[in-house]
């Protein structure tokens, strides 16, 4: 019997309930010694817009230039300020002033527009379709920072990942960005240690 090749790995990490979030999350390890930039490259941030991008799976996002992977990186950044200061005692209130401003100004960008074709499926189009993609993200993160959806946002208790998801669970008390990744293994890391101790016991 045959048996079907694993599907591929997707090149970004996704689902953390929010795009602003998603977009945090290519700045891995953030603040250590093992942080990882994955927009590396304008082809890294062509690559992540088309993956995690609201448009047609195969549509091509044009290579952006230097300025611009360099602008979106600044929108990256001031996403994080913005969140970690919405989060703090004082509120998005205590966003530093370029920070705000940055978001303000990409926000205001004309966003990826939604079109219902002849078959009634809704695609999203875009002159810029990165310059559309960073509005969205600009928008979504003021949004999520002056709602009460803020109070769900976690980072994730995986010691080798800690991005932030908005945790849906009906509880409140998810710990991890993905039972499939992080979750599953913390479960293996623990149910090792604990068969290493009764071995020894």
């Known amino acids: 019997m045959a048996v079907s090749p694993a599907p591929p790995v997707p090149p970004f990490r996704s689902g ?3 795009i602003c979030l998603d977009f945090m999350r290519t700045l891995r390890l953030r603040g250590s010694d093992s942080a990882t930039e994955e927009l590396d490259t304008p082809a890294a941030l062509s690559a992540w817009v088309a993956q995690l991008g609201p448009y047609p799976d195969g549509a091509v996002v044009p290579l952006p230039s230097e300025a611009v992977l360099h602008r979106a990186r600044e929108v990256r950044e001031a996403v994080h300020a913005l969140l970690v200061a919405a989060r703090g005692e004082r509120g998005p209130g205590a966003c530093p002033a370029d920070d705000r401003a940055l978001l303000n100004r990409a926000a205001a960008a004309v966003p990826p527009v939604p079109v219902l074709d002849e078959h009634g499926t809704l695609i999203y189009t875009a002159a810029d379709p ?18 009460p ?3 769900r946002v976690r980072a994730c208790a995986g010691p ?11 509880p409140g008390n998810r710990r991890w960005c993905s039972m499939d990744t992080c979750g599953n293994q913390a ?15």
């Open 187 to 201: 479960k293996k890391t623990t149910w090792r240690t604990r068969h290493a101790s009764g071995t020894r016991a």
């Open 149 to 151: 959806m803020l109070q």
């Open 130 to 147: 990165v310059g559309a993609v960073l509005a969205d993200i600009a928008r979504d993160a003021l949004t999520l920072a002056t709602s």
């Open 16 to 18: 953390s309930g929010r």
């Open 160 to 170: 080798a990942c800690a991005a932030w998801f908005v945790d849906t669970s009906r």
